[in-house]
C-alpha cells in the first residue's frame, strides 16, 4: 500500500508543476518593435503632413515623408483661409493601452497667423472667423478640445495644453485599431487687402495667412500606464478579472482535487487493511 501512497503523491505533484506551452525559442525571438508605435520608452505624438492635404500621426520622430521646411503655411489676400488639419495615426495603432488615471494627455504645438480671426468688434469677420482649436480623439470618440484664445497677429504662439484622464470620461482604455489616435487642428482666419489696382495705388488692409510647425513641435503626449506593456493586458486580460478567470487555473484547482482524494482514499484503504 505504500507504493500506492508514493504513486498519489506523484501525482498531486505533477498536476500542480506548471506546464510551459509551446516552443520557448520561439518566444525569445520576437520581431523588432516598430518604431512609429508608441512603447514604454516613447508615450508621445507628432504631427507630419506632405503638404498636399495628407496630414498624419506617429510615435516616431522621424518622417522622410513629410515637407523638408517642417512647417505648413497658407496665404490668402482677401477672404477666409480655412484650416482643417486632421492627423490620424499611421501606421494604425497595433497595441491596446491603458492610461494612467490621473495622468495627462499634454499637448504642445507652434502656430503663427496673421489677419483677423476674431467676430464681432471693429473686425472684418462678420462671423466668418475661429479661434485655434485643438481635439484629440480616441476613435471616433472626442476626449478633449482645447480653444486657443486670441493672441497678437503676425507672431509664432507657442500652443500648450493638458486634459486629466478621469474613470468617468471613459477615456481609460484605447483599444487599438478602434481607437486609433486622431489630432485635429482647425481655424478660420480672415484677410481683407485691396490691391491699389492697375493704376499703382496703394493697396489696404491686412493679408490672410497661417503657419503651422511639425514634427518635434507639434506633439502629444499620452500618460500611457506600464501595464499597457504586459501580455496580459494585450491578451485582453485586464488587472480588473478575477484570479479564477486566469485560463487554466480552474483545471489546476480541480486536478488537485481529485489527486488529493486518490490520495485520501488510498490512507482509508490502509487503515482497513491495517
Known amino acids: 500500500m505504500r507504493a500506492?501512497?508514493?504513486?498519489?503523491l506523484i501525482l498531486t505533484a505533477m498536476m500542480l508543476t506548471p506546464v510551459q506551452a509551446g516552443d520557448v525559442s520561439a518566444s525569445q525571438s520576437e520581431p523588432a518593435e516598430d518604431p512609429k508605435q508608441p512603447n514604454a520608452n516613447n508615450t508621445t505624438m507628432y504631427m507630419w503632413s506632405n503638404g498636399m492635404a495628407t496630414e498624419w500621426t506617429h510615435f516616431n520622430t522621424n518622417e522622410t515623408e513629410s515637407v523638408e521646411e517642417g512647417e505648413l503655411t497658407e496665404e490668402k489676400d482677401n477672404g477666409v483661409i480655412n484650416i482643417k488639419y486632421r492627423f490620424t495615426m499611421d501606421p494604425t495603432l497595433d497595441k491596446r493601452l491603458n492610461m494612467t488615471i490621473g495622468g495627462?494627455?499634454?499637448?504642445n504645438f507652434n502656430v503663427y497667423y496673421e489677419g483677423d480671426i476674431d467676430n464681432g468688434g471693429d473686425g472684418s469677420c462678420n462671423n466668418d472667423c475661429e479661434y485655434l482649436n485643438i481635439t484629440v480623439?480616441?476613435?471616433?470618440?472626442?476626449?478633449?478640445?482645447?480653444?486657443?484664445q486670441p493672441w497678437p497677429a503676425e507672431n509664432w504662439k507657442n500652443v500648450v495644453f493638458s486634459y486629466l484622464i478621469n474613470e468617468e470620461d471613459g477615456h481609460t482604455i484605447w483599444?487599438?485599431?478602434?481607437?486609433?489616435?486622431?489630432?485635429?487642428?482647425?481655424m478660420k482666419v480672415k484677410g481683407n487687402y485691396q490691391s491699389g489696382g492697375f493704376l499703382g495705388l496703394q493697396g489696404s488692409g491686412t493679408p490672410a495667412a497661417f503657419g503651422f510647425k511639425l514634427g518635434e513641435e507639434a506633439r502629444v503626449e499620452l500618460p500611457i500606464d506600464e501595464s499597457s506593456w504586459s501580455k496580459d493586458f494585450q491578451a485582453g486580460m485586464d488587472d480588473s478579472m478575477d484570479d479564477v478567470d486566469t485560463?487554466?487555473?480552474?483545471?489546476?484547482?480541480?486536478?488537485?482535487?481529485?489527486?488529493?482524494?486518490?490520495?485520501?482514499?488510498i490512507g482509508k484503504e490502509e487503515e482497513n487493511e491495517a
Open 175 to 186: 483599444d487599438s485599431t478602434n481607437d486609433n489616435p486622431i489630432v485635429e487642428v482647425t
Open 104 to 107: 495627462e494627455i499634454r499637448g
Open 137 to 148: 480623439y480616441r476613435g471616433a470618440s472626442k476626449v478633449y478640445q482645447h480653444t486657443e
Open 4 to 8: 500506492k501512497t508514493l504513486v498519489a
Open 247 to 265: 485560463p487554466g487555473f480552474t483545471l489546476v484547482v480541480a486536478s488537485a482535487a481529485i489527486a488529493m482524494a486518490v490520495f485520501v482514499n
